[in-house]
């Protein structure tokens, strides 16, 4: 078993388990992690998901120890990494990418591919990619230009560079940073915020949001229209409105 689950208070936390080789994918792991995701999503207690590793790192991307010959290199990365990361995009759950250590070539991109990204001060970043003579894939190509613009993601794609947490934070490429020695502690107590926070508006919030990344304008706002009004249908709105109105906190969830 590659990916380990529990599950506290609204939030299934998968923790990626090979600390001795970083944890290093396969196309197996990779496909067990998809299938991890897929099943949180299908999980009623679930509200929010956290993708973490043990140990000293996040994620190390494809193992170069068991790379396989060239085979059928397109298609086996269309059925593994790109069913994983296009199933963190298109849940209805926000996923939680939480990067405790070192996050390298497709790890890295994993760690970009989260709705929001938390790094521990020990996290490293590098789109390792072109020191094996690659190119950024698992998404990387199209999230890494839209986190920090295209020059930025071309010169880190290029030269495979290490980022610390500080500049990973100052680049965009992670919304908070958080104290290393209390890392697991502060990412269970962050995503129990989101967990508390509208289920059903935060999955159209991401669908709408997921969705606009691609749309032109007038499709967007049409988008919205229609989200906005299953979102009006949904207990939780009620809630929210009637809590402001009495002047009380909203208990979301309970509709
Ligand atoms: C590893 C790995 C690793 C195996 C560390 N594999 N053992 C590719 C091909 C096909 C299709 C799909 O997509 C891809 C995408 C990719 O992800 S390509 C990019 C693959 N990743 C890399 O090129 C990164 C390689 N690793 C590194 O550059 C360094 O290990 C980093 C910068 C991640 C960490 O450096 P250090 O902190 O100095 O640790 P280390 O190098 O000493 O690693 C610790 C152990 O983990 C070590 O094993 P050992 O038995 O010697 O203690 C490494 O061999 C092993 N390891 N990454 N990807």
């Given at each position: 078993?590659?990916?380990?689950?529990?599950?506290?208070?609204?939030?299934?936390?998968?923790?990626?388990?090979?600390?001795?080789?970083?944890?290093?994918?396969?196309?197996?792991?990779?496909?067990?992690?998809?299938?991890?995701?897929?099943?949180?999503?299908?999980?009623?207690?679930?509200?929010?998901?956290?993708?973490?590793?043990?140990?000293?790192?996040?994620?190390?991307?494809?193992?170069?120890?068991?790379?396989?010959?060239?085979?059928?290199?397109?298609?086996?990365?269309?059925?593994?990494?790109?069913?994983?990361?296009?199933?963190?995009?298109?849940?209805?759950?926000?996923?939680?990418?939480?990067?405790?250590?070192?996050?390298?070539?497709?790890?890295?991109?994993?760690?970009?591919?989260?709705?929001?990204?938390?790094?521990?001060?020990?996290?490293?970043?590098?789109?390792?990619?072109?020191?094996?003579?690659?190119?950024?894939?698992?998404?990387?190509?199209?999230?890494?230009?839209?986190?920090?613009?295209?020059h930025k993601a071309f010169e880190l794609a290029a030269?495979?560079?290490?980022?610390?947490?500080?500049?990973?934070?100052?680049?965009?490429?992670?919304?908070?940073?958080?104290?290393?020695?209390?890392?697991?502690?502060?990412?269970?107590?962050?995503?129990?915020?989101?967990?508390?926070?509208?289920?059903?508006?935060?999955?159209?919030?991401?669908?709408?949001?997921?969705?606009?990344?691609?749309?032109?304008?007038?499709?967007?706002?049409?988008?919205?229209?229609?989200?906005?009004?299953?979102?009006?249908?949904?207990?939780?709105?009620?809630?929210?409105?009637?809590?402001?109105?009495?002047?009380?906190?909203?208990?979301?969830?309970?509709?």
């Amino acid at each position: 078993m590659f990916v380990l689950q529990t599950f506290k208070n609204g939030v299934l936390t998968l923790t990626l388990n090979r600390p001795e080789k970083l944890n290093a994918l396969t196309f197996e792991r990779v496909l067990e992690l998809a299938q991890a995701v897929e099943e949180g999503y299908a999980n009623p207690h679930a509200r929010v998901l956290v993708l973490t590793g043990a140990g000293r790192g996040f994620c190390a991307g494809q193992d170069l120890s068991a790379m396989g010959g060239p085979g059928n290199v397109e298609e086996t990365i269309q059925k593994t990494y790109n069913r994983l990361i296009l199933a963190i995009a298109n849940g209805d759950k926000p996923v939680v990418t939480a990067v405790n250590g070192i996050a390298a070539g497709a790890g890295a991109n994993l760690a970009l591919a989260g709705d929001i990204r938390v790094w521990s001060s020990a996290a490293r970043f590098t789109e390792a990619f072109s020191s094996i003579a690659l190119i950024p894939d698992a998404g990387g190509t199209w999230s890494l230009p839209r986190a920090v613009g295209y020059h930025k993601a071309f010169e880190l794609a290029a030269l495979a560079e290490v980022l610390d947490a500080k500049m990973g934070l100052e680049l965009g490429l992670c919304e908070r940073v958080f104290a290393a020695e209390n890392f697991a502690l502060e990412v269970q107590a962050y995503a129990e915020k989101i967990a508390a926070r509208p289920a059903n508006a935060l999955t159209l919030t991401k669908r709408a949001m997921r969705r606009g990344q691609t749309l032109r304008l007038e499709e967007s706002l049409a988008l919205e229209a229609r989200l906005q009004a299953q979102a009006f249908e949904d207990p939780d709105h009620s809630e929210g409105v009637a809590a402001f109105l009495e002047k009380r906190v909203a208990v979301f969830g309970s509709g």
